[in-house]
């Protein structure tokens, strides 16, 4: 106040804004060195903003008389429009527009006192000071508030503060403690320290302290220089409200730029979490796409089910099947199982900083590649089948082959010779009794012809069995097969000629040997059957069970009780051979010892003879091994079963307690997340058991064993459920994992987290982890949530199903369930949060510079903002300007950009 001639208070909500600490000495306010101080301070002051509209003041009693700049002013720093002023040029024009000045000011809650539009328009110095310093109060320090203190007590303190770690300042006013310059450079130093350094100053140069302060806040801060630094030192007491003014100045400076700091930083957070996120897509989606390329070429190699008809080639390609899958498919099952952990974690980041979930590029969610998988497990079940009876086709082809060889290497023996035989014309110049021989041994002939019809008939039925299943050399047989038949029929035709020939010759020769006739006609068949013996002695067989040996060596042993029959047999026919030598030694007749009926000679028989007798020691042997071979194909089979059934039902428990697990494990998420790890080392310690039945599954293959009859899980079965179990627990990991991650992003306690999961398995009766929507809206209700029982309740339940089941599955899983009620329990960063810190960047304008994103933002966000923000198409938009408004709302799904 002033000698009484003007005072003013200026009133908030609930009571005066601002009250005098100190009373005012009279002789000081009428100083002139304090109204010198007031005049430039405040004219500096308005100019600063007067600025803006492009005009400034020179003499602040002249300049103001009008009310025009007065009016201007108060738009400026209000940013509101005041009624249109007079444009005249008499007294009552300026008196008028003052006026609206004045209505402007008690409009905004500032009572005016003993100030009349009538002393500012005669240019009344102390009165326009005062009206200055009252727009100053309201517009520049009013906001200016801390700890619930007046705005000059919330200024004080504001300076106390930041002045705080600095040596030789004290602020406790504002005359005497900026008087020396050092609170002023502290200020300065606390917020930009690159400007000067406040180490190199001392107390004893006020006026050096001054001025530096002065100049850098005039060049860096954009801070007028509204003090004098001459003034502040030869002043004794510096004016206070000069001194004020000047420090909100440097208050409101330094505080927008905390408050473009605090939006820059907000900016960096979400920019952040969005490059990550779409680091995290970008690397599932290139680990998709490399297992769906595997996938896509390693299907036909499985569907391929063309070998080159041999059973080397077909045991090579089940080595190549072998390798995959001990060595190519592993990987690629971890792989699956590495995408669908990331693609959970991709989700449930994405749901933690309220982002649209993430949609893979088509043919790649989870849903395909178990799909693609699915199809190439089939395809590999169906390739192990297809070769294994490959293999049992090609090994029965392989038999039947040399068997066929066998029989027509001792057709082609036996028939070697014969044609000539029956083309001979040799009786006609023998005697009858040459005749009757020849006669008898072509008899004897057609008997062992006839007994060899059955061996081309096998041997034809063999070349055919070899034609219906595809052997890879089947002309050969057939051309071979062929000529036996041809020689066959030709033999026929030739015996018939013979035979009609000997008839007509027998009519004139009529001698009989009876002995030869005997020995011819029991030689011949016990001959022959000697000679089926020693080939079914010498016959290849093929057998897979224990039973089916013990049948051969059953027949074997039948085939021995014969023996002595055919010994017997055997001992009669030699005494016919001995007899007719005996009598021609007797009667010294060594041409009756050729019999001319026989071509088989005793020599001939005991030969046969010795060697069947020598075969069926060896059979007995082959026998044996064969039966050692089929037991100890018979113990892998036991051994198999014995391991597989124990394995089987291991890993059966194991889903049983990864199953009871997510149901009915409580306590903190970390100890079960311990647990389930603890529980993964423990069935990878069992791998070694799978490994030990895979090197059994080898040996059973290797031994040619296709069927088990002691168990019933395959190696297949095995694999499937080591996989599957693996799978599962990796899932359940997972899940505790991103519990973890929610609670610990979202602020969710662990007691909140311990009731969700409570009341959720109360309500899942079958254990399934899924809720129907009658079990989840008990479950809301039971958590407090109040669901009313008319069609506004059932409105709002359908708004809930559709959050936690947006598939409308019929169902709410778990973490759906989980996901919607710590949504409901805490907040998160939305669009309109950074759509206003961009807002405070740019300075209140609708749109953005990259230049000023490059100023505010760390290098590696601002690109990333340049790079995606579309142009602003707004009005008044600057030369390159920026929608941040529409980039802002894409980030969380809430435009197409």
């Given at each position: 106040?002033?000698?009484?001639?003007?005072?003013?208070?200026?009133?908030?909500?609930?009571?005066?804004?601002?009250?005098?600490?100190?009373?005012?000495?009279?002789?000081?306010?009428?100083?002139?060195?304090?109204?010198?101080?007031?005049?430039?301070?405040?004219?500096?002051?308005?100019?600063?903003?007067?600025?803006?509209?492009?005009?400034?003041?020179?003499?602040?009693?002249?300049?103001?008389?009008?009310?025009?700049?007065?009016?201007?002013?108060?738009?400026?720093?209000?940013?509101?429009?005041?009624?249109?002023?007079?444009?005249?040029?008499?007294?009552?024009?300026?008196?008028?527009?003052?006026?609206?000045?004045?209505?402007?000011?008690?409009?905004?809650?500032?009572?005016?006192?003993?100030?009349g539009a009538e002393e500012i328009v005669d240019g009344n110095a102390k009165m326009t000071l005062g009206l200055i310093w009252t727009i100053i109060l309201r517009f520049a320090i009013q906001d200016i508030s801390m700890e619930e203190m007046t705005a000059?007590?919330?200024?004080?303190?504001?300076?106390?503060?930041?002045?705080?770690?600095?040596?030789?300042?004290?602020?406790?006013?504002?005359?005497?403690?900026?008087?020396?310059?050092?609170?002023?450079?502290?200020?300065?130093?606390?917020?930009?320290?690159?400007?000067?350094?406040?180490?190199?100053?001392?107390?004893?140069?006020?006026?050096?302290?001054?001025?530096?302060?002065?100049?850098?806040?005039?060049?860096?801060?954009?801070?007028?220089?509204?003090?004098?630094?001459?003034?502040?030192?030869?002043?004794?007491?510096?004016?206070?409200?000069?001194?004020?003014?000047?420090?909100?100045?440097?208050?409101?400076?330094?505080?927008?730029?905390?408050?473009?700091?605090?939006?820059?930083?907000?900016?960096?957070?979400?920019?952040?979490?969005?490059?990550?996120?779409?680091?995290?897509?970008?690397?599932?989606?290139?680990?998709?796409?490399?297992?769906?390329?595997?996938?896509?070429?390693?299907?036909?190699?499985?569907?391929?089910?063309?070998?080159?008809?041999?059973?080397?080639?077909?045991?090579?390609?089940?080595?190549?099947?072998?390798?995959?899958?001990?060595?190519?498919?592993?990987?690629?099952?971890?792989?699956?199982?590495?995408?669908?952990?990331?693609?959970?974690?991709?989700?449930?980041?994405?749901?933690?900083?309220?982002?649209?979930?993430?949609?893979?590029?088509?043919?790649?969610?989870?849903?395909?590649?178990?799909?693609?998988?699915?199809?190439?497990?089939?395809?590999?079940?169906?390739?192990?089948?297809?070769?294994?009876?490959?293999?049992?086709?090609?090994?029965?082809?392989?038999?039947?082959?040399?068997?066929?060889?066998?029989?027509?290497?001792?057709?082609?023996?036996?028939?070697?010779?014969?044609?000539?035989?029956?083309?001979?014309?040799?009786?006609?110049?023998?005697?009858?009794?040459?005749?009757?021989?020849?006669?008898?041994?072509?008899?004897?002939?057609?008997?062992?012809?006839?007994?060899?019809?059955?061996?081309?008939?096998?041997?034809?039925?063999?070349?055919?069995?070899?034609?219906?299943?595809?052997?890879?050399?089947?002309?050969?047989?057939?051309?071979?097969?062929?000529?036996?038949?041809?020689?066959?029929?030709?033999?026929?035709?030739?015996?018939?000629?013979?035979?009609?020939?000997?008839?007509?010759?027998?009519?004139?020769?009529?001698?009989?040997?009876?002995?030869?006739?005997?020995?011819?006609?029991?030689?011949?068949?016990?001959?022959?059957?000697?000679?089926?013996?020693?080939?079914?002695?010498?016959?290849?067989?093929?057998?897979?069970?224990?039973?089916?040996?013990?049948?051969?060596?059953?027949?074997?042993?039948?085939?021995?009780?014969?023996?002595?029959?055919?010994?017997?047999?055997?001992?009669?026919?030699?005494?016919?051979?001995?007899?007719?030598?005996?009598?021609?030694?007797?009667?010294?007749?060594?041409?009756?010892?050729?019999?001319?009926?026989?071509?088989?000679?005793?020599?001939?028989?005991?030969?046969?003879?010795?060697?069947?007798?020598?075969?069926?020691?060896?059979?007995?042997?082959?026998?044996?091994?064969?039966?050692?071979?089929?037991?100890?194909?018979?113990?892998?089979?036991?051994?198999?079963?014995?391991?597989?059934?124990?394995?089987?039902?291991?890993?059966?428990?194991?889903?049983?307690?990864?199953?009871?697990?997510?149901?009915?494990?409580?306590?903190?998420?970390?100890?079960?997340?311990?647990?389930?790890?603890?529980?993964?080392?423990?069935?990878q310690q069992y791998k070694p058991h799978i490994d030990e039945l895979e090197k059994i599954n080898q040996s059973v293959q290797e031994a040619m064993i296709f069927d088990n009859k002691y168990t019933q899980y395959t190696m297949e079965t095995i694999r499937?459920?080591?996989?599957?179990?693996?799978?599962?627990?990796?899932?359940?990991?997972?899940?505790?994992?991103?519990?973890?991650?929610?609670?610990?992003?979202?602020?969710?306690?662990?007691?909140?987290?311990?009731?969700?999961?409570?009341?959720?398995?109360?309500?899942?009766?079958?254990?399934?982890?899924?809720?129907?929507?009658?079990?989840?809206?008990?479950?809301?209700?039971?958590?407090?949530?109040?669901?009313?029982?008319?069609?506004?309740?059932?409105?709002?339940?359908?708004?809930?199903?559709?959050?936690?089941?947006?598939?409308?599955?019929?169902?709410?899983?778990?973490?759906?369930?989980?996901?919607?009620?710590?949504?409901?329990?805490?907040?998160?960063?939305?669009?309109?949060?950074?759509?206003?810190?961009?807002?405070?960047?740019?300075?209140?304008?609708?749109?953005?510079?990259?230049?000023?994103?490059?100023?505010?933002?760390?290098?590696?966000?601002?690109?990333?903002?340049?790079?995606?923000?579309?142009?602003?198409?707004?009005?008044?938009?600057?030369?390159?300007?920026?929608?941040?408004?529409?980039?802002?709302?894409?980030?969380?799904?809430?435009?197409?950009?």
């Amino acid at each position: 106040m002033q000698g009484g001639q003007y005072q003013y208070e200026y009133d908030q909500q609930e009571g005066n804004y601002m009250e005098q600490e100190e009373e005012w000495e009279r002789d000081l306010l009428l100083d002139p060195a304090w109204e010198k101080q007031q005049r430039k301070t405040f004219t500096a002051w308005c100019n600063s903003h007067l600025r803006k509209a492009g005009t400034q003041i020179e003499d602040i009693e002249e300049d103001f008389r009008n009310g025009l700049k007065l009016m201007l002013l108060l738009e400026i720093l209000s940013g509101e429009e005041l009624p249109k002023p007079d444009r005249g040029r008499m007294r009552f024009h300026k008196i008028a527009n003052v006026n609206k000045a004045l209505d402007f000011i008690a409009s905004k809650g500032v009572k005016l006192v003993s100030i009349g539009a009538e002393e500012i328009v005669d240019g009344n110095a102390k009165m326009t000071l005062g009206l200055i310093w009252t727009i100053i109060l309201r517009f520049a320090i009013q906001d200016i508030s801390m700890e619930e203190m007046t705005a000059k007590e919330g200024l004080l303190l504001w300076c106390q503060r930041k002045t705080a770690p600095y040596k030789n300042v004290n602020v406790q006013n504002f005359h005497l403690s900026f008087k020396d310059g050092l609170a002023f450079c502290a200020l300065i130093h606390r917020h930009r320290p690159e400007l000067l350094d406040y180490h190199k100053l001392s107390k004893d140069n006020p006026l050096e302290n001054l001025n530096l302060a002065f100049d850098i806040a005039e060049k860096h801060l954009d801070i007028p220089r509204m003090l004098d630094a001459e003034d502040m030192v030869n002043t004794v007491k510096p004016d206070e409200r000069a001194v004020m003014t000047y420090v909100s100045c440097y208050y409101h400076a330094f505080a927008g730029a905390q408050k473009a700091e605090t939006a820059a930083n907000r900016i960096c957070k979400v920019l952040k979490v969005n490059q990550e996120n779409e680091r995290l897509m970008q690397e599932y989606e290139g680990l998709a796409s490399d297992l769906l390329n595997w996938i896509r070429q390693t299907k036909p190699w499985l569907e391929n089910k063309t070998t080159d008809n041999t059973l080397p080639g077909t045991q090579h390609k089940l080595g190549e099947f072998r390798d995959y899958r001990r060595v190519h498919k592993p990987p690629r099952l971890q792989q699956k199982a590495t995408l669908e952990t990331m693609f959970n974690t991709i989700q449930t980041k994405l749901r933690l900083s309220n982002r649209p979930a993430f949609m893979p590029t088509e043919g790649k969610m989870i849903g395909d590649i178990n799909n693609a998988w699915k199809g190439l497990e089939n395809a590999e079940k169906g390739f192990e089948e297809w070769l294994l009876s490959e293999l049992m086709r090609l090994e029965r082809l392989d038999h039947l082959a040399r068997k066929f060889k066998q029989k027509a290497d001792s057709h082609e023996s036996w028939t070697s010779g014969k044609d000539e035989y029956l083309r001979s014309q040799d009786f006609r110049s023998c005697k009858l009794t040459d005749l009757k021989a020849l006669k008898k041994k072509h008899e004897a002939f057609e008997s062992d012809l006839a007994a060899h019809q059955e061996r081309v008939e096998q041997i034809a039925a063999i070349a055919h069995e070899l034609n219906n299943l595809g052997y890879h050399d089947s002309a050969a047989v057939n051309a071979r097969c062929q000529r036996i038949c041809d020689g066959w029929d030709t033999f026929g035709q030739l015996t018939g000629k013979r035979r009609q020939a000997l008839e007509e010759a027998e009519r004139l020769m009529e001698r009989i040997d009876h002995l030869h006739l005997e020995f011819a006609k029991r030689s011949a068949p016990f001959n022959n059957w000697m000679d089926g013996a020693r080939e079914d002695l010498n016959d290849m067989f093929i057998v897979h069970t224990v039973e089916e040996i013990q049948s051969l060596i059953d027949a074997h042993e039948q085939f021995k009780q014969t023996l002595g029959e055919a010994d017997r047999e055997y001992n009669s026919i030699i005494g016919i051979d001995g007899e007719i030598r005996r009598f021609a030694q007797q009667y010294n007749l060594p041409g009756v010892i050729n019999n001319p009926y026989s071509n088989i000679t005793g020599q001939q028989l005991n030969a046969l003879w010795s060697q069947i007798k020598q075969c069926v020691p060896e059979r007995d042997g082959i026998l044996g091994q064969e039966m050692q071979r089929q037991q100890a194909n018979e113990r892998l089979r036991r051994h198999f079963a014995e391991k597989a059934n124990a394995v089987g039902p291991w890993i059966e428990r194991q889903m049983d307690m990864i199953a009871n697990m997510g149901i009915q494990t409580a306590g903190p998420l970390e100890e079960q997340l311990k647990k389930l790890k603890a529980f993964e080392a423990q069935v990878q310690q069992y791998k070694p058991h799978i490994d030990e039945l895979e090197k059994i599954n080898q040996s059973v293959q290797e031994a040619m064993i296709f069927d088990n009859k002691y168990t019933q899980y395959t190696m297949e079965t095995i694999r499937v459920g080591w996989e599957q179990l693996l799978t599962n627990l990796a899932k359940c990991t997972n899940e505790v994992e991103n519990q973890i991650l929610l609670r610990d992003s979202k602020g969710v306690t662990e007691q909140q987290m311990k009731e969700y999961r409570i009341s959720f398995n109360h309500f899942d009766k079958g254990r399934t982890r899924r809720l129907e929507p009658k079990e989840f809206k008990a479950c809301l209700v039971s958590l407090g949530y109040n669901i009313r029982d008319d069609p506004q309740g059932d409105a709002d339940f359908q708004r809930i199903m559709g959050i936690v089941d947006a598939s409308r599955t019929g169902h709410v899983t778990y973490q759906s369930f989980l996901d919607f009620m710590t949504r409901e329990a805490v907040d998160t960063d939305t669009a309109d949060q950074v759509i206003s810190s961009f807002q405070i960047l740019s300075g209140d304008k609708p749109y953005i510079t990259a230049e000023t994103l490059r100023a505010e933002l760390p290098p590696e966000q601002a690109d990333y903002c340049i790079a995606r923000m579309p142009p602003y198409r707004g009005p008044g938009a600057a030369p390159g300007a920026l929608d941040y408004t529409a980039f802002s709302m894409s980030l969380y799904g809430q435009s197409d950009l």
